[in-house]
């Protein structure tokens, strides 16, 4: 079993045009142990001056589905959509997915109608022989289109924090879950070459990793692919590891070869205009979909 939640719409309608997907790691948008100018504070709120970034962030590049990591419980993202409607951004559809992790979730925020929710909280794994499950689990919004019907999944894998001396940096635990992932993935669209489906989220490793590497493809059956991303200067990073002092991409935008034709010139972008410092530790990926198809 999954834990799997779902719910329909009977009220959906049909996107036609351009369709823009982000995907965003907040940064504990909810109550943790954080610096705040300087100062260490136990259990605080994410700071005014970074949630007012975030929100230059998204009006920036003004997604029409936004999928975020690192949100906090339900009145966390409502307190998010109510300030991004302020911001002039209003995403009436929302969702969060309570899952084992009980301080941060993944998240969408919608301005189109969700078709379909389903909420895979207890996706299972075998850990060092004990049944356990993906930590955040798999939160599926699926919406109608012109195009058919287009499926986001986010996922937020393992972070590099150890936790068990045999498990330095989380990195079987990591790999479990992206494999887990996939074959949730492919239970739902067993032939990805005829699925539009997109896999976003913070993957907390880089591309060549065993983890990245699980989440395209499984035996001969390409499940989809990295979509290129780079910022207005051409750097590719979504997250600077301020204790290292290290830049790199963690955070991606998987696209099933279904969909990959519907890419806006075939890839991604990363958001580095107004906000992009302050707001996270993380920088968000867009990608834009070609609804319409060219005649």
Known sequence: ??????????????????????TYNVENYTIADRMVD?????A???????????????????PDILAVCEMGSQSFLDDFQRELKQAGQDYPHTVVLA????????AVLSKVPFK?????????????????????????????????????????????FTERKDDPEGATRRALEAEAVRDLVLSRYPD???????????WNDTRTTRPVRALQKR???????????ADSRGETWTHY???????????????????KPLVAEGRAKIWDGPGTTEASDHRAAFVSLQLTSAK
């Open 1 to 22: 079993m999954t834990g799997i939640v779902v719910i329909t719409s009977l009220w959906a309608v049909s996107v036609s045009a351009a369709l823009t997907v982000a």
């Open 241 to 259: 590891f301020r204790r290292e002092d290290i830049y790199s991409r963690i955070d991606y935008l998987l696209v099933s070869p279904g969909l």
């Open 44 to 62: 605080y709120p994410k700071p005014e001056k970074e949630k007012a970034a975030l929100r230059q962030v998204v009006a920036g590049i003004a």
């Open 38 to 42: 300087g100062v260490y504070r136990a």
């Open 219 to 229: 035996g001969e059956t390409e499940i989809g692919e990295l979509l290129r991303a």
């Open 116 to 160: 379909e929710v389903r909420r895979h909280a207890a996706v299972p794994i075998m850990y060092f022989g004990q049944p356990d499950v993906v930590k955040r689990g798999v939160l599926e919004v699926i919406f109608a289109t012109s195009e058919g019907d287009v499926s986001v999944f986010v996922i937020h894998l393992k972070s590099k």
């Open 192 to 202: 990805p070459a005829k699925a539009k489906f997109i896999v976003c989220g913070d």
């Open 99 to 106: 899952a084992a992790d009980p301080d941060r979730h993944v």
